[in-house]
């Protein structure tokens, strides 16, 4: 049996990559902090991302990171909200350590799990 410390989130960051975690084992209802599911502030972000096509990362964290050096107005929540969503539908791939985007594809948000998982969350309101 493996024994772990969790963190406990001090700061926005780590908020947000717990809000990833989230998002990841299905916890959605569990945020407290308002994401967006407006389409437009998903492009807004998609085109910060393709500013950093082919950038050499280390994870999610370290691309934000990157992305919030050029634009301090990104949230990190709804940053990896809209990265997962994007990772999901194969739009975004960080897998190689490096930034890449499928441009080919034409992605519809309500394909997504993690998007229509918040979405229900929204509508049970």
């Given at each position: 049996?493996?024994?772990?410390?969790?963190?406990?989130?001090?700061?926005?960051?780590?908020?947000?990559?717990?809000?990833?975690?989230?998002?990841?084992?299905?916890?959605?209802?569990?945020?407290?902090?308002?994401?967006?599911?407006?389409r437009?502030?998903?492009?807004?972000?998609?085109?910060?991302?393709?500013?950093?096509?082919?950038?050499?990362?280390?994870?999610?964290?370290n691309?934000?990171?990157?992305?919030?050096?050029?634009?301090?107005?990104?949230?990190?929540?709804?940053?990896?909200?809209v990265?997962?969503?994007?990772?999901?539908?194969?739009?975004?791939?960080?897998?190689?350590?490096?930034?890449?985007?499928?441009?080919?594809?034409?992605?519809?948000?309500?394909?997504?799990?993690?998007?229509?998982?918040?979405?229900?969350?929204?509508?049970?309101?």
């Amino acid at each position: 049996m493996a024994k772990a410390i969790i963190p406990q989130p001090n700061d926005q960051r780590s908020e947000a990559l717990t809000l990833q975690f989230a998002l990841q084992t299905g916890e959605v209802r569990q945020i407290k902090h308002k994401l967006s599911l407006d389409r437009n502030l998903f492009i807004d972000y998609y085109r910060e991302l393709q500013k950093f096509i082919g950038t050499k990362i280390n994870g999610v964290y370290n691309l934000y990171t990157r992305v919030a050096t050029v634009n301090p107005g990104i949230d990190p929540y709804q940053f990896i909200f809209v990265t997962a969503v994007l990772r999901e539908l194969n739009v975004l791939n960080l897998d190689a350590g490096t930034v890449r985007i499928n441009q080919q594809i034409k992605a519809n948000l309500e394909k997504s799990k993690i998007y229509n998982s918040l979405k229900g969350a929204e509508n049970a309101k």
